[in-house]
């Protein structure tokens, strides 16, 4: 049997091949799909590839940081208030801690959610073991400013 690492209910993630690092991930054993909180989807028809922008820091949505991924889905997925959404799924590199593995994203608008990405259980299987007690057993808690 493959070890597993354990993880608590929150994480930070890195996608080096988006150019994304330390982004606060909320672990749900409860959702199938994964998904990143993304903005200003446009799809190049020719490449097949995707445009869209990425907020670091929840409490400062003018900063922005360009990304570009392969399209290698459309799918209709059932968000958390249960309305279906139709999303593009992209695969990407993922690192956590001492563990790496691809993922599959779903990109959508999760402002209003308290975490920029969720990762679901089609993600962790096979590598992770989820203790909820926790949080920040795989990686490094993400320092964010202080608001007030």
Partial sequence: MKEKILVGARETIDLPELEL???ATRIDTGAQ????HVDHISENKVTGMLDFEFHPDSHDVSKTIKCSAK???RKRIKSSNGEKERRY???T????????????????????????????REAMKGEMLVDPEFSYLASVEKIT???G
């Avoid at 779903?106 to 990762?119: G, I, V």
């Fill in 71 to 73: 399209i290698v889905d």
């Fill in 89 to 91: 799924i992209i695969n």
């Fill in 93 to 120: 590199l993922a690192v956590m801690g001492e563990l790496k593995w691809t993922v599959r994203l779903s990109l959508t608008n999760r402002s209003s959610m308290s975490h920029l990405m969720l990762l679901g």
């Fill in 21 to 23: 690092f330390e982004v």
């Fill in 145 to 147: 400013p202080s608001v």
């Fill in 33 to 36: 799909t994964s998904s990143l």
